[in-house]
């Protein structure tokens, strides 16, 4: 139940009325619902929990924010939603961003939602696979075919190309992973992390080892038609500022996060360990603030990771950060208090007793 819909029962009185009207002090006057379409790269999965966190907390509801989060499985490229006005935000990994761009598509990053790149490659935990380096003449299980920049990237900081390895596409289903794994289909399997604890909770415990530097990039940005930016720029911001605030709930209560997670994910929560494994990484890897600010631009990474993607072809030639990053969207994002996200998980918790975490 939603902060907002709480206030609406007559049935909550004494405490959690008090802590409904400090959430009511910060929420700011009733705003006319606004209706934003959003693609993320998972819109069910803990590693991206504040999209449904923030429908939970209440946060999009205080934004006068109608918030619908399209389907990620689809085989049409992101960009495109946005070329086609069917969605005003979408979620591109640095690779996307610099390809878009490359094709002269008036794309703007507005928000770096990760700033450590949640794709890995692992190996199962007693493979005699120790680094990248030990792929070479191996099979190499993909997520999707997304995941073969991933597998370039970080074949290349050990000098191997993909003509050193087998690639084969074996898709996202932990059974079907861990299947692979135990008939020996794959030595290693490259993907998102929540892949790699998909594989844990069906029973094969996995090791990443990709290499830091792979990762230590713009995972996974919010990205806008940059035509449009007037248009929806107040709706964006609105969204920004609501996300932002679901995202930092998770560092202020990591268990509380665990509950939602659990009560809008149960499949990746069957097994409560691999769930609080894949939290921790969301909320204190992917997700953490890097920044002085949350989700602030970082023109500098953008232009030290260009380097593998233009010697292995992905680019013509560099990149000018200033040509696609757009900073205007960082302070409405941040425009918020501590208080208010305290207040909010506050009532969720009093809310959901019966499903919070011991």
């Known amino acids: 139940m939603t902060v907002a819909a709480m206030r609406r029962s007559p049935r909550r009185a004494g ?13 700011g006057p009733t705003l006319a619902a606004d209706r934003i379409n959003v693609l993320v790269v998972n819109e069910r999965s803990t590693l991206h929990y504040a999209a449904f ?36 935000l979408v979620m591109l990994d640095a690779p996307q ?9 008036p794309v703007a990053v507005v928000f770096e939602a990760n700033q450590f790149a949640p794709e890995s490659i692992g190996v199962p935990k007693d493979s005699e696979i120790t680094g990248v380096a030990d792929l070479k003449g191996k099979m190499v299980g993909l997520a999707s075919d997304r995941d073969q920049v991933t597998t370039m990237v970080a074949l290349d900081t050990v000098g191997l190309t993909m003509d050193d390895i087998s690639t084969v596409v074996v898709g996202e289903a932990g059974p079907t992973l861990a299947k692979s794994f135990k008939d020996g289909a794959i030595d290693a399997f490259a993907g998102a992390a929540s892949n790699l604890a ?4 069906a ?37 920004l500022r609501a996300y932002a605030k679901a995202m930092h709930a998770g560092v202020i209560d990591t268990k509380m996060m665990a509950a939602l997670c659990k009560k809008n994910v149960p499949e990746q929560w069957e097994n409560t360990d691999v ?32 380097g593998p993607y233009i010697s292995l072809g992905e680019i013509g030639g560099p990149l000018d950060p200033s040509t696609f990053l757009d900073d205007s969207f960082t302070d409405p994002a941040n425009d918020y208090r501590t ?9 969720w918790k009093e809310a959901n007793k019966d499903i919070l975490l011991p």
Not at 18 to 27: I, K
């Open 53 to 88: 966190a923030g429908r939970e907390l209440g946060f999009y509801e205080a934004e006068g924010l109608e918030v619908t989060f399209l389907a990620s499985d689809t085989t049409v490229p992101y960009v495109a939603f946005l070329a086609n006005s069917d969605a005003d």
């Open 97 to 105: 961003v610099f390809q878009a761009v490359n094709a002269k598509q």
């Open 275 to 306: 769930g609080l494994a894949l939290l921790d990484f969301a909320v204190y890897r992917t997700n953490m603030v890097r920044t002085l600010k949350r989700g602030e631009l970082q023109p500098d990474v953008w232009q030290r990771v260009q």
């Open 203 to 239: 029973g094969i415990p996995v090791r990443n080892i990709t290499p830091s530097n792979v990762s230590d990039n713009p995972g996974n940005s919010f990205v806008m038609w940059a035509p449009r930016k007037e248009e929806i720029k107040d709706v964006v911001g609105r969204f």
């Open 339 to 347: 208080m208010e996200v305290k207040a909010a998980i506050a009532a």
């Open 15 to 27: 405490a959690v009325a008090g802590m409904l009207s400090v959430a009511a002090a910060f929420a």
């Open 198 to 201: 998909a594989i844990e909770a």
